[in-house]
């Protein structure tokens, strides 16, 4: 019994453990990240490494979920025969739920994953110390310029899995009932203005924001060799994806809110 | 030519009083968890002395050099560049004092995703950019000739060898031209030849431009090349500290035992 409490005890302890020292590490980065010198070089580095190089993943996977919706939405709408309402559904739901979550999903995968494994290995080499020897602070250097790079990223990420979804599930309908693409986007998009998608495309940004804290910060308190940079990449991506899907549900009810 | 650091030099001169000396650590103490391993340590290096650190492995040689530079903090007792306190700095006048700082890791820590020409031009890159790039390059070049490594500079870290990687190490440390050098084991796991030239730079070095440095070594013949004083860790504690000779004659136990194995 006694243990059954001192083991709880211990896990509140680390979790509060935990989320102060993550307070602490951000507060770090944004003191660094806010100061000059700018580290645009290795910023660029970065919005390459995260934007550039994911682009093929996203797409693939809005192709992916694009297909999906389009043979489900196809199904439960001539079930009810609303079937000219598949193009609004399609739009809806790719744009309004989908592509986002999807592309924060598959974006902490790589990403988190990458960056939590890169972080942890030049952690455990000392590496992050030899910068620190050399008179850089690596919040600037190291976490800063990633973290930015996923806040900037996502939301133009999200933007090429929606489009991916939106050819691919267009073309999985005009299979079986030829439309033109023009008269699919124009239907898509009948009687909602354009706004009505940016809050959803640009919440994205907090979860960049997410996945890129969480990675640099499991990858930059690693401990213990090739073990511990295995788990800083488990733990980032595990932690970053959990997060991304509690904060979708801050941010989806947030939006209801403020642009109802 | 005067070049930017030469200036540097001349202004940073006034401040530098030759009395103090420019690495001085007094009683620090560290501990990990229930381990201690530096127990009220005292010692201090003057402009242009090289002090050689012994002592067996794990006896702390690397803590301290970690400690002098501020990547660890002690647990009591401070740590003293040129006078300064280190303890409590912001950092950005951390970062002032490191940058007079010459740090060679014991695993050369060398940035893995960077080439060799690159891992040595990273100092520079950061803190010369007033230096042109052409004359960042011509240094880069001059630092891996100085360690006998021009041959390999588009080599990744990985791609060459233990020995190898701490030459270039020991470039990048010298990339600023540091009034101070610390360096973890630079001769370890080098082959006589390759660890006698390095022997000649550190000494050169301390010739040409009056580096103050701190070297730990486990290499007794480089240690009385290289240093002026040489310094016993054990237990926490310097054992013995002063010439080569002074070691030979104590009567500690501990120390003779040292000796007659190395
Ligand atoms: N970050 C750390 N956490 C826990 N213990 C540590 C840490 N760093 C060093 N130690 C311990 O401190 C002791 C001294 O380590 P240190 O690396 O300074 O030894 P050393 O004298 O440099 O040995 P060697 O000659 O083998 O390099 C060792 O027992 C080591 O396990
Ligand atoms: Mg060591």
Redesign the pocket.
Known sequence: MLSVVNSATGLVNGFFEWFGNLGIFSWNVLKAGATPPYEWQELIRQLDEVGSKSLPLVAMAGAAIGVVISLEARYSLSRFGAKSMFPATLVYSVLQVMGPIITGLVICGRVGAGIGAELASMKVTEQIDAIEACAINPYRLLAATRILACILMLPLLTLGTDACALLTGWFAQTLVEPLSFHQFIQAGFKGSTFNAFLPQTFKTAVYGLIIGLIACFQGMRT?GGAEGVGRAATNSVVLGSLFVILADVVLVKFILVVFP | MATAYDIAMTQGQPEEDSSVPVVAVENLRKT??I?K?LDGINLSVNRGETLAVL??????????L?LIIGI?TPDSGSVFIHGQNIAGLAIDQMGTIRKKIGFLF?HAALYDSLTVAENVAFPLDHHRRDMPRSERGDRVKQLLAEVGMEGDFRKLPSDISGGMQKRVGLARALALEPEILLL??PTAGLDPISSGEIDELILKLQRERQMASIV?T?DLHSARTIADRLAL?DQGNVVIEGKFEDLQQSNIGFVAEFLKHS
Do not use: P, T
Request: aromatic share 4%; glycine share 18%.
């Open positions: 401990r | 990990f968890g381990l391993v002592g067996r492995s794990g006896a702390g040689k690397s803590v301290l970690r660890e014991q973890d084991e730990v486990h860790l």
